[in-house]
Structure formats: structure tokens, C-alpha cells
């Protein structure tokens, strides 16, 4: 059963925009912290960004400025909005869940930035 359905993913060149998002059922969307996480090749995954339900969102350094996470919670739906992307962005980015008692991930959307 998928949780978590992302999309939005692709390739662009570098200084290029993407926007993901992750639509998550009600119960899943209102009792998380919603967030993206991304992995590349030989490389672990890592927090790019991630906001909680009311509050202010957390970024990593390599994306602030660049990326911005948002919820809209009418369609149960957490957005990463990617700007001026660069090869390094390159990567699996994996839509989280974060519940009181468990992680829920997404399947992960591949995000390739390159000429």
C-alpha cells in the first residue's frame, strides 16, 4: 500500500528549476512532520529539508536560499520547490512522514541536474 505518492522529479540543467511534491492521506498528512531526503550514488541519505504541521520549516546549508519546502493542507500535499539547481543536487529524493511512532518513506523520485 503506498503511503506517500511523490512526483515532480526529472532532468534540467543546471540553473533550472523542479518542483516535487507528496501526497499523503489525511491521518498520514496532519500527524507528521513532512520532509524531503535525498541520496546520491555511494552517498548516504540525508535531511534536505522539513516542516511539521505549524511551525517554521528546518533546511539543510546546501539548499537554503535555493529550495523552499510547503504544505498545502487542503490537498494533503508537501512541495519542494527547487531553484537554481546544480550537478550536485543530482540524486533520489525521497518524500518522509515523520509520525510519533513510526517513518513512512516514499518510493523516491530521481532529480538529475546536468547539460
Known amino acids: 500500500q503506498v503511503q506517500l505518492m511523490e512526483s515532480g522529479g526529472g532532468l534540467v540543467q543546471p540553473g533550472g528549476s523542479l518542483r516535487l511534491s507528496c501526497a499523503a492521506s489525511?491521518?498520514?498528512?496532519?500527524?507528521?512532520?513532512m520532509g524531503w531526503y535525498r541520496q546520491a550514488p555511494g552517498k548516504q541519505r540525508e535531511l534536505v529539508a522539513r516542516?511539521?504541521?505549524?511551525?517554521?520549516?528546518i533546511y539543510a546549508d546546501f539548499v537554503k536560499g535555493r529550495f523552499t519546502i510547503s504544505r498545502d493542507n487542503a490537498k494533503n500535499t508537501v512541495f519542494l520547490q527547487m531553484n537554481n539547481l546544480r550537478s550536485e543536487d543530482t540524486a533520489v529524493y525521497y518524500c518522509?512522514?515523520?509520525?510519533?511512532?513510526?517513518?513512512?518513506w516514499g518510493q523516491g523520485t530521481q532529480v538529475t541536474v546536468s547539460s
Open positions: 518522509n512522514a515523520a509520525l510519533s511512532d513510526n517513518d513512512l
Open positions: 489525511r491521518t498520514i498528512f496532519w500527524g507528521s512532520t
Open positions: 516542516k511539521p504541521l505549524y511551525g517554521s520549516p
